[in-house]
DNA sequence: GACCACAAAAGTATCGACAATTTCAAACTC
DNA sequence: GAGTTTGAAATTGTCGATACTTTTGTGGTC
């Protein structure tokens, strides 16, 4: 959440060197973190002083996360927040699931006591912020443990695509753990997955993921069902800046 | 290591200005095509008269291309064909196993009549090729299968990724159906896929998928562990142009 | 008041020039 | 002769200016 106006120099030998990469990131920082609202319009010239960049920064930024999947750019248009659509979100879900239950096999086939001795930590830490009613702390958790499970799967292209994915839709995953009673099945299937690599079963692993995702993705179709999604249609070509999404502020809270 | 999903770009060409997406899809082509030796050196300044674009479009191009994971960029050093290794390729077919099973399966949910037939067509096209010796046209036929699965399944995002990854291997997969006997078998295998999916049983067509994607994968170990690949190390920093790639001039040829 | 034409404004796309960095090779030192 | 320094060439990175496109606003006409 690096602040926006860091205009540092002032002096004459200025360009504190703001990176091409350091802008891409504090843009996508900015996006996935909520500072920006779907589908809202994102003026180069107005990036140009909120990161304090070049605009060919900029520009290369834009490129990089349209290909991302996390703006949308049209030729002579300019680019916007990417809305993700309920369809689009279920195929991310689709994709995650896919990936997520191969990895989980994986994971099963090279699983190690440090593994474990982590995998088990984190799950005893989860059930302890649950009973504190701690979701935020939970969620984040959460995505230790299934960040682990990727590492162990020792698949950086899958865990890359798997990330990518995840900040396309964090939007929508924050939903879930929210749920009445998700939290607690949540916690159970959990288990159940660590039971499985603790067995080292690869067979097993991948079912006890492949059976707490579709919770998830089940979770979260009620949750979009019920909670109206309110879509800014063609949305307010206004919006000028700091406004701020529900989940805003927060790191990133994933699906649980 | 990046993701990347092609978005629809709509194709406006009437263009008489060399448009942006124009130079990229040109260059695209080019670097899949086989046209640059892997890790051969891309210099914009070449790249400009070689495509005729202006250099801010090379430059959108090869960000773009970056993403995608057909090239690399390094700071202030240049962009490279990407080289991909023999772990990254392995990677890739997992990540590729993973989303075609998925895909196989949610195709066999929503098969159709039209969807059959088309299969069926092609299949015995394939066989028909086979006859005759003509390997590249088997492999055309194979990616033509195997798309049409992808788009039964009604999923654009991970139909997009294949895509992807399948740009990214195109140099190592063409290898598979030269192999001996690996002709009959993957055609053995087709039908049984073309079977399951005309029952419409999706755990079948899943696991003739898997059958058939695991095969392939062998295969392909065994060919890249028998005719040593011999890396150009620290590639020639020289490389004019034109430098013919084994599989050259050729299009996709598919792994089968 | 609704509709159209046309002008002004906002913004993106592209080019050229210059600055900064890396690379390569010759000259130099020990 | 091996290793190091220095300088020039090659190449990438960034900025400013300009051309082009789309959007917005205004006024006239029916």
Redesign the interface.
Known sequence: MAAAHARDDGSQANRRRA???ETYLRLREAITGGRFQPNERLVEAQLVDLLGAGRSSI??AL??L????LV?RQ?NRGARVRLISGR?AV??E??R???E??LAR?AAEHVTADDLADLEATVVEMHRRLEQDDRLGYSELNSRFHQRIWKMAD????A??LA??KSQSIRVQYRTILQPGRADQSMREHVAILAALTAADPEATEAAMAEHLSHVVSTLRRAIATSQVRLPGAAASVAPEAVTSPLAAGANVAGA
Chains 1, 2 share one sequence.
């Open positions: 990176d091409h990469s520009r290369a490129v990089r349209d290909q991302e999947g949308t030729p689009e195929e991310i689709q994709v699931i896919a990936l239950k191969m994986s698949n950086e292209l899958a890359s695509l990518t994915l």
